[in-house]
């Protein structure tokens, strides 16, 4: 059974930064696609917010990150992190980590949270001065 650990939320101003990690454990975790979405107050679906492949061939953003948000894996592939700069109120969010272990979807499906079979319990991340 895999098991996600988040962390690294918090409450940080407008323009701020946080970095927050996702452990794996359980299973070939190392051999795994892993993923960031986030479920923002009063929404009832998860939005995508950036994936990257069990090899860190690719990597794949949604457009209201893209050039803000960072993800990234250790060597040893576990942790994955995800660096996020120039902080705007509208990324205020739980933030989940997924897995999809072993490694199944297809690479234009990274996008999707039914790739995903393991979830993290999420990591709140607020923005606001």
């Known amino acids: 059974q895999v098991q996600l650990v988040e962390s690294g939320g918090g409450l940080v101003q407008p323009g701020g930064s946080l970095r927050l990690s996702c452990v794996a454990s359980?299973?070939?975790?190392?051999?795994?696609?892993m993923a960031w979405f986030r479920q923002a107050p009063g929404r009832t679906e998860r939005e995508f917010v950036a994936?990257?492949?069990?090899?860190?061939?690719?990597?794949v953003y949604a457009d209201s990150v893209k050039g803000r948000f960072t993800i990234s894996r250790d060597k040893t592939k576990n942790p994955v992190y995800l660096q996020m700069d120039s902080l705007q109120p509208e990324d205020t969010a739980v933030y989940y980590c997924?897995?999809?272990?072993?490694?199944?979807?297809?690479?234009?499906?990274?996008?999707?949270?039914?790739?995903?079979?393991?979830w993290g319990q999420g990591t709140q991340v607020t923005v606001s001065s």
């Open positions: 997924a897995v999809d272990v072993p490694p199944q979807a297809i690479l234009s499906s990274l996008r999707s949270p039914t790739s995903y079979e393991y």
């Open positions: 359980g299973g070939a975790s190392n051999y795994a696609h």
């Open positions: 994936a990257i492949s069990w090899s860190g061939g690719r990597i």
